[in-house]
Nanobody, 125 residues
């Protein structure tokens, strides 16, 4: 069970840190990712972090978002800075335990078997 939190209402230019807790003793063996779904749009890839800490970002958010993980706390984070109204979306965390081909498929939703319930981020202009 993945539990996302940290969303909220924030003004443009502000920051948020989203968290996703993954109870269990094998968190370090999971590749983790964040996706988001804006109103009326398809869910899209935002950022991912592999088991060895390699990070990947969507081009549209690169430079403003930072994904990190704390294996001791079984938690993955998404730091979002310089928020824009177009960042308004439900943010989902996802987990994948398969070690192969991650570098070429980290942005595919079908890659991830486990999903959190989502946390709403609303950015006002």
């Amino acid at each position: 069970q993945l539990q996302a939190s940290g969303g909220g209402l924030v003004q443009a230019g502000g920051s948020l840190r989203l968290s996703c807790a993954a109870p269990g003793r094998t968190f370090s063996t999971y590749n983790m990712a964040w996706f988001r779904q804006a109103p009326g749009k398809e869910r899209e890839f935002v950022a991912a972090i592999s088991t060895d800490g390699t990070t990947y970002y969507a081009e549209s958010v690169k430079g403003r978002l930072t994904i990190s993980r704390d294996n001791a706390k079984n938690t993955v984070y998404l730091q979002v800075n310089s928020l824009k109204p177009e960042d308004t979306a439900v943010y989902y965390c996802a987990a994948d335990q398969r070690p192969y081909y991650y570098t070429t498929s980290y942005d595919l939703q079908s890659r991830y078997a486990y999903w959190g319930q989502g946390t709403q981020v609303t950015v006002s202009s």
